[in-house]
């Protein structure tokens, strides 16, 4: 069996990272698409419209990853809670149990 210590601060610090990039990353993308096509209306006119179509979708596209990528940041720090607690937990536990054999009172 090998050694294995674990870093409790240093995984909750990996879970602030990852929550702080998720709440980065979903203010970066939160725009006004709408705001952004109707903008470029008048500019490019009936001509343009193709283009203002395609544009749209490639923006509403965009929004989406940029979604799915803030909620993978997320889930990531939640993970790296839980691990925490589950370490702490664990370690808790076993130290209790030990304690508890070692003045001969073994508990369940």
């Known amino acids: 069996m090998t050694d294995l210590t674990v870093h409790l601060a240093g ?9 702080k990039a998720a709440a980065q990353v979903a203010t970066a993308g939160a725009y006004d698409l709408a705001a952004n096509v109707a903008a470029l209306t008048p500019a490019l006119g009936l001509i343009g419209a193709d283009f203002l179509a395609a544009f749209a979708q490639a923006q ?3 929004a989406q990853s940029v979604a799915e990528l803030a909620t993978h940041f997320s889930s990531t720090a939640v993970a790296a809670y839980e691990t925490a607690a589950n370490y702490q937990g664990t370690d808790d536990a076993t130290t209790a149990a030990l304690n508890s ?3 001969g009172t073994v508990t369940a």
């Open 11 to 19: 995984i909750q610090q990996f879970g602030d990272s990852a929550a």
């Open 60 to 62: 509403t596209n965009h």
């Open 101 to 103: 054999a070692a003045q």
